[in-house]
């Protein structure tokens, strides 16, 4: 692999590895649009579109194999016969697999990976070999050996978008295309003399705009060129009759509605003067007619419009996005600082008249801040269709391993969502995925039987929910046996018998996304080993997210994640417990109530408490009150948070207000419980501990679910240190 060292030559391939990778991903629509619709001359088209610019783009950087390869795969979708067609679609995706591989080698300078297997397969498709008959033919089949290779019949499917747009150049300025076709006599001993000679020829009779077959292709019969040339055809058929070179010679001029089709001798119009007839000129054959006549829909005029509107995007380094950011959360904890000095200078100088006009400068600043703040999580924000268009080709592979069918249906994939969450989650998304083909859809055969259309169906969606970005992963297949998943929680002992007996519905559902859990009997290449929704539940833990999870019995399942739109900045709701302040995303709390300690009940070894005509489970996040008639009417706060369709109250003792809190990193060695998810500085320095509410809600679950109700769910962030942060500079580095 060649990799020039010069600065500019890095840039230049920086850039091609990130357009690179969005051919590939055009490469496996085009190639599955192709299998649905094997007619679709507009996916063919764009197919040959995308692997030409990679070719181009791979030769700008000196990737020759890449070049190469790209090279060879256009040629193959050059065929005019039903043979290459029908190989077209699996033999894209094969392509953009080795595509995306070479470039996994370039970027990481390691030996790329073998070439020749693909290559093998483009030979056979290029020769018109079935895929049963791989083998290669006999020495003593002469006939066979003589057998040319099948070559493009019609030049509207071979010349490059470059030359189209140079003879439509040519047209626009009114001047005269012809389209040459020469055959090479089937005696002559040189060929590729004879095409040099005649190439010669017309480049000395006027600007060759095209020209085929290319310098290494030695077995081609015939040449075709597009010439712009000022005199008649006659002259350019003259030039072109040599003996012993060539027998026949067809001349027709190309029409601006056409460019390079040859339309047949009594529909031609010529551009200046009646179209030259020749009695040497070969009449089509009906092969190559059907092509001419099909022609004019297949070609297209390249469009100027794009480079317009790539002048209009800056691409920019994330990392420098990030840098941004984090100004804006260091002004934002400075806004904070300022207002409190603010309130604390009026309440000691009450009369001053520069109270107000700080207060009128402080709310201008806060205004600019908060539309500072929206423009920069803007840039951050990129449509999740980023991510969901790698999707079909993984379910298509999935449902080909397992034998199912299934149609993908996406929605939404316009959602804006934080750039940083959105490469989170595909991993999550992909598991989700194939988890559903695998396991939630049913086979042809078992759909049939219980009355449901052959081919499943799994929907991917994505929409704004207030604060949030929902996205969700649906299927139509035998859903979640409940039951069966209990017996297996309680076989893989990640449940005691008597615990899963007292578990709900939801409560067994969320089993699924334990570490290690499978329904699965044998482990296979799909599935098995109890790893993929587990790394669901560990990622949406780490966002700050969660996930609901619903299904019915023979009616499909559906998994929604609820993810935060940035993990930047967020509006929290501050309350205190034993004397330390904590915070919770405002997101999370459906509603606040306050009740006294004698409202509160035990049943089953947790606190229920009725809120309206719902009995709502508390979880207690400091130790139990000591029993006695001044405990009971002790009044607390109960904050209502929601997981899925499960609602939980969270018992505290005080509580602060709002805030908006820029989310620090914290210290590993100092915060050693999941428990936290960040902290954040207030205006005064005090430092701020943000709960992790999935944390919370299974650290409860567990409790209850090993009979251990007496202690505290924030009993393990005792022993943290009232600062937690990495010390720093600056706003940032307030004490407490």
Same mark, same amino acid.
């Given at each position: ?12 391939? !920086? ?5 690179? !990778? ?18 679709? $001359? ?152 004879? #095409? ?57 001029? %190309? ?8 339309? @047949? ?17 070969? @009449? ?12 004019? $829909? ?42 409190? $000095? ?14 107000? #006009?700080?207060?009128?400068?402080? $709310? ?46 996406? #929605? ?18 992909? =598991? ?36 949030? %970005? ?14 069966? %998943? ?114 509160? =009940? ?35 706060? %109960? ?46 320095? #005090? ?27 924030? @009993? ?21």
């Amino acid at each position: 692999m060649t990799s020039p060292p010069d600065d500019r030559m890095r840039d230049l391939q !920086a850039l091609f590895f990130e357009s690179a !990778a969005e051919l590939v991903q055009r490469m496996n629509e085009e190639a599955l649009r192709l299998e649905k619709s094997p007619a679709d $001359a507009e996916s063919f088209r764009s197919l040959r579109r995308t692997v030409h610019t990679l070719k181009g783009d791979a030769a700008a950087c000196n990737f020759s194999e890449l070049r190469d390869l790209a090279h060879e795969f256009e040629d193959v979708l050059a065929l005019q016969n039903p043979a290459a067609a029908a190989a077209i679609p699996e033999l894209a995706l094969r392509a953009a697999d080795l595509f995306a591989a070479l470039l996994q080698a370039y970027r990481g300078n390691t030996t790329p990976p073998d070439l020749q297997p693909l290559r093998s397969e483009f030979a056979r498709v290029a020769n018109g070999v079935p895929a049963a008959n791989d083998a290669p033919a006999a020495p003593s089949d002469k006939t066979a050996a003589k057998k040319p290779r099948p070559r493009p019949a019609q030049p509207a499917t071979l010349w490059t978008e470059y030359e189209r747009l140079a003879i439509a150049n040519a047209l626009d300025e009114r001047k005269r295309v012809y389209h040459v076709v020469v055959e090479l006599d089937a005696q002559c001993g040189m060929p590729l003399a004879a #095409r040099q000679m005649l190439q010669i020829k017309l480049a000395g009779m006027g600007e060759i705009l095209a020209f085929y077959p290319g310098e290494k292709c030695a077995d081609a019969t015939r040449i075709e060129a597009a010439l712009s040339y000022a005199k008649s055809a006659a002259h350019i058929r003259a030039a072109c009759t040599i003996p012993t070179i060539s027998t026949k010679v067809k001349v027709t001029p %190309v029409r601006q509605s056409t460019l390079l089709v040859a339309p @047949s001798a009594d529909t031609a119009e010529p551009l200046a003067q009646p179209a030259p007839t020749s009695s040497s000129a070969p @009449s089509p054959s009906p092969q190559a007619a059907g092509a001419r006549r099909d022609a004019p $829909a297949k070609t297209e005029t390249p469009a100027a419009a794009p480079t317009s509107s790539s002048e209009n995007i800056l691409r920019v380094e994330a990392e420098r996005i990030d840098n941004v950011l984090d100004l804006v959360g260091e002004l934002i904890l400075a806004k904070s600082m300022l207002q409190q $000095a603010l309130l604390e200078f009026s309440q000691r100088f009450p009369t001053d008249s520069l109270g107000a #006009r700080f207060s009128d400068a402080m $709310a201008f600043q806060a205004r600019v801040l908060n539309d500072l703040q929206r423009s920069v999580m803007k840039v951050r924000m990129v449509p999740v269709d980023q991510i969901f268009r790698r999707f079909p080709r993984t379910v298509r592979d999935v449902a080909q391993l397992c034998g199912k069918e299934v149609d993908l249906i996406i #929605r939404g994939g316009d959602t804006d969502l934080d750039k940083s969450i959105l490469d989170a989650i595909a991993e999550p998304l992909t =598991h989700l995925l194939r988890n559903a083909v695998g396991h939630g859809i049913e086979t042809p055969a078992e759909r049939t039987r219980a009355g449901k259309s052959p081919r499943g169906k799994l929907q991917l969606s994505a929409y704004h929910q207030g604060n949030q %970005v929902v996205v969700e992963v649906s299927d139509d297949g035998a859903g979640i046996d409940v039951e069966k %998943v209990r017996a297996r929680a309680i076989e893989q002992e990640i449940v005691t018998p008597e615990a899963a007996a007292r578990m709900t519905r939801d409560e067994v559902l969320y089993l699924i996304l334990r570490a290690g859990f499978t329904t699965v009997e044998k482990i296979t290449e799909l599935s098995g080993r109890g790893v993929g929704l587990d790394i669901v539940h560990a990622v949406l833990s780490r966002l700050k997210g969660s996930v609901q999870i619903e299904s019915s019995p023979g009616r499909g399942t559906t998994f929604r994640l609820r993810l935060p739109l940035t993990l930047a900045i967020i509006r929290a709701l501050l309350f205190r417990l034993e004397d330390r302040l904590y915070a919770l995303p405002l997101t999370a709390v459906a509603e606040i109530t306050r009740t006294a300690e004698e409202a509160i =009940h035990e049943v089953q070894h947790y606190e229920v408490f009725q809120l309206r005509n719902d009995v709502l489970p508390l979880l207690r996040l400091g130790p139990c009150p000591d029993p006695g008639p001044q405990a009971a009417q002790r009044k607390v706060f %109960v904050l209502v948070i929601t997981r899925g369709d499960s609602k939980f109250g969270l018992i505290v003792d005080q509580l602060v207000g709002e805030d908006e809190l820029v989310i620090k990193a914290l210290d590993d060695q100092s915060i050693t419980t999941d428990l936290v998810s960040g902290a954040a500085i207030l205006g005064d320095g #005090r430092v701020v501990l943000i709960l992790n509410i999935n944390a919370l809600v299974d650290h409860f679950l567990h409790n209850r679910l090993s009979g251990d109700g007496s202690a505290g769910v924030l @009993s393990p962030l005792a022993s943290l240190p009232q600062n937690p942060l990495p010390q720093k500079r600056g706003a940032s580095g307030a004490q407490a």
